[in-house]
């Protein structure tokens, strides 16, 4: 079946604009996730949503990043005013909310490059 | 700080050897363990998970785990080029519930013809 899509594929953006990052993820996943991975460095969470709870925004770096999730599909991960230290690539994960299966499936990402 | 802890290589093995990984981890707590492999410029692709101490095996795979020691290790038996890669490992942060999971740095291993 379908992966976990991501859009766009890669974005570069000017200093102090707003971007928007989309990830659909596999029909029937529940839960979702974003990461971001820089040059060389491991793979940083960013938040986390579980159907309809409220979500875990613990690993967002500033109030400059913000994600939604309607109809507990689709979500948006948006920076504001972004700055060069934003580059990376921004990872969605999804995984199925069953008894045992917390395997988390990443969509092919997002290259932010802040100019 | 809950962490992983991975060598970060590179780790290079002839091909048809066996490469192995290791990865530690702080919180004693976590209860899933995963390994991903990423391609240069790609993302990570899950190709093992394991959740009980001991072994689990699938193809030329092996996951390892010893929670006793915090300790999580992947074996890849007759290593082919097409496995060279960074290998990561990733724990559970809230054992067993749907949670983030915590990274290492990867394992760079090259196999060599």
């Known amino acids: 079946g379908a992966g976990v899509s991501q859009s766009p594929s890669n974005k570069v953006t000017e200093k102090g604009k707003d971007v928007e990052l989309r990830c659909d993820p596999i029909?029937?996943?529940?839960?979702l996730y974003w990461y971001r991975q820089s040059l060389g460095q491991g793979l940083e969470f960013l938040i986390y949503f579980q159907g309809n709870s409220a979500p875990d925004k613990s690993g967002l770096p500033s109030d400059r990043f913000s994600a939604e999730r309607t109809g507990g599909s689709v979500s948006t991960l948006t920076i504001q005013r972004t700055q060069q230290e934003d580059s990376a690539v921004y990872l969605c994960?999804?995984?199925?909310?069953?008894?045992?299966?917390?395997?988390?499936?990443f969509g092919p990402g997002t290259r932010l490059t802040v100019t | 700080q809950k962490e992983v802890e991975q060598n970060s290589g590179p780790l290079s093995v002839p091909e048809g050897a066996i490469a192995s990984l290791n990865c530690t981890y702080s919180d004693r707590g976590s209860q899933s363990f995963f390994w991903y492999r990423q391609y240069s410029g790609k993302s990570p692709e899950l190709i093992m998970f394991?959740?009980?101490?001991g072994d689990k095996e699938d193809g030329r795979f092996t996951a390892q785990l010893n929670k006793a020691s915090q300790y999580v290790s992947l074996l890849i038996r007759d290593s082919q080029p097409s496995d060279s890669a960074t290998y990561l490992c990733?724990?559970?942060?809230?054992?067993?519930?749907?949670?983030?999971?915590?990274f290492g740095k990867g394992t760079k291993l090259s196999v060599k013809p």
């Open positions: 029909s029937g996943h529940t839960a």
């Open positions: 990733a724990v559970n942060s809230y054992g067993g519930s749907q949670g983030n999971l915590i």
């Open positions: 994960a999804s995984s199925f909310s069953g008894t045992s299966s917390y395997e988390q499936y």
């Open positions: 394991i959740y009980s101490n």
